[in-house]
């Protein structure tokens, strides 16, 4: 941020703003945890009251000093399993004592701050691990549903279904297919109808449904049951076995902090995604697992469940408008007004209902868009190991079982090498397929020595690793073959990592080739000394093939979707048209992302202009007007060939294009040279020389230019709109944005007006 930004005096107070649109998503997320936290409680089999209590604290605590503005946290289907088998095991009060050792230990994690960490698990075992979980409840509440009881295994549940089925309860199985039938069609329900109707939760539509059905029918089924709070059952002393006690808090701790976190990601990609709201910080997740840590040591105190960061309750409260954090302490305050005056009418609801709604969520955990997604990444295996172990042996034995399985895929990976020598016309080819390590250095050296001396020879990488060692086995051998006559090439996947070599004898890959290597595929460079005239058609035709055979799968399904969609930038990035700036890198930014246009020079012409070029008002009407973008960035950069020609007459004829092009940045010059502006400067130090001087004068000139385009002006009018200044100075590889655009274009005298100043990015 700028240094002169003010701060607030010392002792001001912070004024307390709720806005509307909090209020609003705050109502909408309690209407989805209501009935969620006590279809959870009736899971674990906990009281219902505790579900109740956890989502009360964790919409206060964990929403008041989480990390992430807008998650949720509450019961959460992930740790019913969990809960439950402690329950079954230790019993109510000491389940409660565990929840609250698990926070402190969210909270020491936290202090060494390793939630990074956590996000290293493999996709493919948490979605195991949540799949494997959505098993186990969905076969439990199945019990329910069709009204019986469930029994503590997934086994025993699958045994003794087909007789829960010969002894079916009509009342109990009527209340949960209403539940299920509104849960699935209420989304679907059209017309404009549909639409206000929508805007009730589907889970609070369905038990709703059923709860209404039940009362006027007058059926006799169980229903939920809340006891007085002065009877609330609160912690107790842990009793049990210590290593159990130590093994079930880990297992909370784990569970717990890797679904908070990884839903805090969600949440943030999903807040980021949305064009028309304000933009909210992004989440601290080290915080974010402190709150988590704070929110299970109360609410376990308070005999409530563990609490976790919900998916579903964070997604809707993004998509229903929230801005801050104040949404989600207002769901907890909802929830505690509700559990106090709406006793009456809980009581109302029958418990298959209930059951019915939980069954549906354990069924949805086992996505199918994650089964594609892990079969797709070559880790079924793992996805399938984990799910198994989970639903058999449990959450802590089957992640463990996942780890090591993962372990296992990724060394099998590594020392899977396959190593093949033949010979074609005359040349022998030595193929590696696969990573390159020590482990794979004696069936290289074998298959190298198959090569006799003084013929051609090509080694083929196809991989995307070489470790020191094999790189050592390949230039002995090459200084070798090349010595003794031979010649010999090595080539990958982006085409040849040498140029030929030949029996020179004296020299071999690292010192002839040094610039060469595995990690500078990306370059635009050639190391062959000689240039033909085919070079350039071979480069682009092995740039092609490379792009086709490794990145087009990777972007395809990205690429597929902006082509459905069409495209949707929210900003326009003008630049110069100098090929060592790389918009993309610099900016972190993907396809769809930016609406760039490039010129010589970042030059914005003045509408009318003489010698006016209208592509680039084009692009800005169209960007502006058509496209909708939030922002305009111009971005200049040192060492412009640009700018030295306008400070050097450029060469050619007077009335040659880049001549009449430069015109447009003669403002610039007398910006420059005029004392009636401040020069614009970098944060630290003044511009090296008048070349940068005027880069940096040029992209203040350029916005005012933007001011200009009626397109531009309307939309800062509007407040839609915002321009940005940019700088990236490509020796230091250090992008620096502009101080103060507010300010720039104001024309009071030069010893009132602010210095405009350039300060570094922090990506840069």
């Known amino acids: 941020m ?94 409660c004592a565990i929840t609250v050792m698990a926070g402190l230990a969210q909270l020491g994690l936290a202090y060494l ?60 199985l009527s209340m949960s297919a209403i539940t299920l039938v509104v849960l699935i069609a209420w989304p679907r329900i059209p017309t404009r109808a549909g639409e206000l109707l ?222 093949t020598h033949e010979e074609r016309e005359g040349v022998h080819h030595v193929r590696v397929r696969g990573q390159l390590t020590f482990l794979a250095v004696p069936r290289l050296s074998r298959a190298l020595h198959q090569v006799p001396h003084g013929t051609d020879a090509v080694v083929e990488l196809d991989g995307s690793f070489m470790d020191h060692a094999a790189y050592e086995t390949l230039q002995d051998w090459q200084d070798s073959h090349t010595a003794r006559g031979g010649k010999s090439e090595l080539t990958g996947r982006s085409g040849p990592l040498t140029a030929p070599t030949h029996g020179k004898g004296k020299r071999g890959v690292a010192e002839e080739h040094s610039c060469c290597g595995p990690w500078t595929p990306w370059r635009n460079h050639s190391c062959a000394p000689e240039r033909t005239e085919l070079q350039g058609t071979r480069q682009l035709a092995s740039g092609i093939s490379a792009f086709q055979r490794n990145t087009a799968p990777l972007v395809r399904s990205e690429l597929a979707r902006l082509a459905r969609e069409g495209q949707r930038p929210q900003q326009l990035f003008l630049t110069c048209a100098d090929s060592r700036l790389v918009t993309s890198m610099i900016t972190s930014s993907g396809p769809g992302d930016l609406f760039v246009v490039r010129n010589v020079g970042n030059l914005v012409p003045l509408p009318g202009a003489e010698s006016g070029d209208d592509s680039v008002a084009a692009a800005i009407e169209y960007a502006v007007d058509v496209l909708e973008v939030q922002s305009i960035t111009v971005c200049g950069h040192s060492g412009c060939g640009a700018m030295q020609a306008l400070l050097n007459a450029p060469p050619g004829p007077a009335d040659s294009p880049l001549r009449r092009w430069l015109r447009h940045g003669r403002p610039s010059l007398e910006r420059m040279a005029g004392a009636e502006h401040a020069w614009a400067r970098l944060a630290g130090r003044q ?78």
């Open 687 to 764: 511009p090296a020389d008048a070349v940068e001087q005027l880069c940096l004068t040029n992209v203040v000139q350029q916005l005012a230019h933007l001011r200009e385009h009626p397109a531009v002006a309307r939309g800062i009018a509007e407040g839609r709109l915002e321009l940005h200044g940019m700088y990236f100075h490509v020796g230091e590889a250090q992008a620096y944005l502009l101080a103060e655009p507010e300010r720039l274009f104001d024309r009071v005298a030069a010893v009132e007006a602010p210095s405009p100043q350039a300060v570094p990015t922090t990506a840069g």
């Open 198 to 419: 929508r805007k009730v939760p589907a889970a609070l539509a369905a038990v709703a449904a059923a709860t209404a059905v039940a009362a006027f029918a007058g059926l006799s089924l169980p229903r939920v049951d809340l006891p007085s709070w002065s009877n609330h059952a609160l912690v107790g002393l842990p009793e049990g076995p210590v290593l159990g006690l130590i093994a079930a808090v880990l297992t909370i701790t784990l569970v717990g902090s890797v679904e908070s976190l990884l839903s805090a990601v969600a949440t943030d990609k999903l807040a980021s995604s949305r064009r028309d709201a304000m933009p909210v910080p992004r989440a601290d997740l080290d915080k974010e697992l402190r709150g988590q840590g704070l929110a299970n040591i109360a609410s376990g105190a308070l005999g409530g469940l563990p609490v976790t960061g919900v998916a579903v309750r964070s997604t809707a409260n993004v998509r229903a408008g929230a801005v801050s954090r104040n949404s989600a302490m207002l769901h907890g305050l909802w929830v505690i007004i509700a559990a106090l005056l709406l006793v009456p009418v809980l009581d109302l609801i029958p418990l298959a209902a209930l059951a019915a709604l939980v069954m549906a969520i354990g069924v949805q955990m086992v996505s199918i868009n994650h089964i594609r997604t892990v079969t797709r990444h070559r880790e079924v295996l793992v996805y399938a190991v984990t799910t198994v172990g989970v639903v058999f042996l449990g959450v802590l034995e089957g992640v463990a079982i996942g780890v090591a399985v993962a372990v296992g895929v990724a060394l099998h990976r590594l020392a899977r090498t396959r190593i």
């Open 113 to 172: 701050r390793v939630a990074r960490s956590a996000l290293a698990v493999s996709p493919a075992i948490v979605h195991g691990m949540l799949a494997g979980i959505g098993i186990t409840i969905a076969v439990a509440q199945l019990h329910i549903v069709l009204g019986g009881s469930p029994h503590s295994s997934v086994v025993d549940n699958v045994r003794d279904l087909p007789r829960q089925l010969a002894d079916l309860h009509p009342a109990a």
């Open 2 to 95: 700028p240094a002169d930004v003010p701060s607030r005096p010392h002792g001001a107070r912070r004024r307390f703003h709720l806005a509307g649109a909090d209020v609003s998503a705050s109502i909408s997320v309690f209407l989805i945890a209501l009935p969620l936290s006590l279809g959870i409680a009736l899971a674990t089999g906990a009281p219902l009251q505790a579900g109740l209590v956890a989502a009360a604290i964790g919409g206060l605590v964990a929403g008041r000093f989480g990390g992430s503005p807008l998650q949720v946290s509450g019961p959460a289907a992930g740790l019913t399993v969990v809960t439950a088998d402690l329950i079954q095991q230790y019993g109510w009060r000491t389940t």
